[in-house]
């Protein structure tokens, strides 16, 4: 299996090139040059298997045996999964037709620790072996950052810089990347959202000659890694909840960047029975595109409950676009290479009508948000993250232009197939939110206490400052520190 670029620009790339890669050198992100298929039968055969066995399962379909032999890819994932809190991984949490599943029990509370997690030993598997040294560059909106953090801490290959959008998270958040000390770990506070300075990440990957001389690569959700990981847990979801295998299950994302939806799409077209609803915050770019054709950044990013969605560009929608085109490299270059310049777009009605039928959207707002945390507490006695509740708002019917009654996949009586609301992080790391709701919950893990009492470390960027001029520079540090 060869990995290309999605603008055609560069292509038949190793697994471990497109691992260690950031966006491809033309501005495209990777992708596998054949989407493979999973059989319905395959699918029947792996219903009892653990989650870990099933990342293994999927892992093996894109990455050949003499890129990483069998036996040393399960060690990888046994030793990724090892600081989950609980031995299957993820939870199901049901309560008669509501399926929620828990994608947080990783080290940092978040789903991002899934992949994440994966990609961070794959990286000092693959580091150990070529004795090279890498600087990983992180823009995150909340939660990808501690994730991938926690995921190359300590590991002497690896330099991490991280970018966080300054006082536009939870203090939690923003804690459990400014406390972590490690000399490999350098932490930036920028003064905007993370749209702004993923501008500034895109700059340096363009820039051919600073990825090769640096060994940059970024493992966010732009990296193939954690895309190809994420696909996993679509297939387990849907493996616990379909009746019988082969009926379809309709998955239900808060999304932000779209690195859940690539990879739920991505397990769609290897033949998962799959159907999406992709639900967003006031921050609606991907709704108004799939909804009215209209791909244009709004004039500002809007602060909201669901902070880790607080993102008016969505890269990996350049995936998406990508599969529901048939593949068509050109086609996605002109339309992202339009968006880039210009920041707004429309797509070709074709693949417009065929991006639409296959995700439906919701919008929620803030209060809808809080609304949707206190009837699920007062129904069934179970807290959710304000990001979950932004896909349970969909289930209940509370959010607006489309609802699990309105449009959620029906058989041929009439009936709704099952669904399943995805669970991105514990509402452990936002618990001034519990307040707004009315709700009254006093536990708090040592882990999120301790937080507040050990040191923390920052440089901030202000909105004056050249951003791409100071990274470069501490890119340039590294390197020499290493040297020495």
């Not at 490690?182 to 820039?207: C, P, R």
């Not at 350049?318 to 777009?345: H, L, N």
């Amino acid at each position: 299996m060869k990995f290309v670029s999605t603008r055609g620009g560069v292509g038949l790339v190793s697994f471990e090139d497109a691992l260690f890669s950031g966006y491809a050198n033309d501005g495209g992100l990777f992708v596998p040059e054949n989407i493979p298929q999973i059989p319905v039968e395959t699918l029947t055969s792996w219903k009892n298997l653990s989650y870990a066995e099933i990342v293994e399962k999927v892992v093996s379909i894109f990455v050949t045996e003499e890129e990483i032999p069998r036996k040393d890819l399960k060690n990888i994932i046994s030793s990724a999964f090892k600081r989950f809190d609980i031995d299957e991984v993820i939870r199901i949490a049901s309560f008669d037709d509501l399926h929620i599943a828990e994608l947080w029990h990783g080290p940092t509370m978040a789903f991002k620790d899934l992949a994440m997690s994966v990609v961070g030993e794959m990286y000092r598997y693959f580091l150990e072996k070529r004795r090279k040294n890498v600087v990983v560059i992180v823009g995150t909106s909340g939660d990808t950052g501690s994730s991938a953090i926690e995921a190359v801490r300590g590991k002497e290959n690896i330099d991490i810089i991280v970018i966080l959008p300054h006082n536009r998270i939870s203090k939690i958040q923003e804690l459990m990347m400014t406390t972590v000390l490690d000399d490999n770990v350098h932490v930036y506070a920028a003064d905007g959202f993370s749209d702004d300075f993923e501008i500034t990440i895109k700059n340096l990957f363009n820039d051919g000659k600073l990825v090769k001389d640096y060994n940059l690569c970024s493992i966010n959700s732009i990296n193939w890694g954690r895309v190809m990981v994420q696909i996993a847990h679509h297939i387990y979801m849907y493996l616990q909840v379909a009746e019988p295998i082969g009926k379809p299950v309709d998955i239900v994302i808060p999304t932000g960047g779209c690195g859940n939806i690539a990879s739920g799409v991505l397990s769609q077209t290897m033949g998962v029975p799959v159907k999406f609803a992709c639900v967003v915050n006031n921050n609606d770019i991907v709704h108004r595109m799939l909804r009215n054709n209209d791909f244009t950044v709004a004039s500002e990013v809007v602060q909201t409950l669901a902070c880790s969605m607080d993102i008016q560009i969505p890269p990996n929608i350049e995936r998406v676009m990508w599969i529901y085109s048939g593949k068509d490299f050109q086609a996605t270059k002109e339309i992202m290479q339009k968006f880039d310049t210009m920041g707004s777009t429309s797509l070709p009605k074709d693949l417009h009508q065929k991006m639409k039928e296959n995700i439906r959207t919701a919008v929620v707002t803030d209060e809808e948000i809080v609304q949707t945390m206190k009837k699920c507490w007062e129904e069934h006695q179970y807290i959710a993250c304000p990001h979950t509740c932004a896909a349970l708002a969909y289930h209940y019917g509370i959010s607006k232009y489309g609802t699990r009654q309105t449009t959620g996949t029906k058989g041929s009586d009439g009936t709704l197939s099952p669904s399943i609301c995805v669970s991105t992080a514990s509402i452990c790391k936002f618990p001034e939110i519990l307040a707004k709701a009315e709700i009254e919950w006093k536990e708090e893990p040592k882990r999120i206490k301790d937080l507040f009492h050990k040191p923390a470390k920052s440089i901030v960027m202000h909105k004056e400052e050249d951003w791409e001029q100071i990274l470069r520079e501490k890119i340039s540090f590294i390197s020499q520190a290493r040297k020495n």
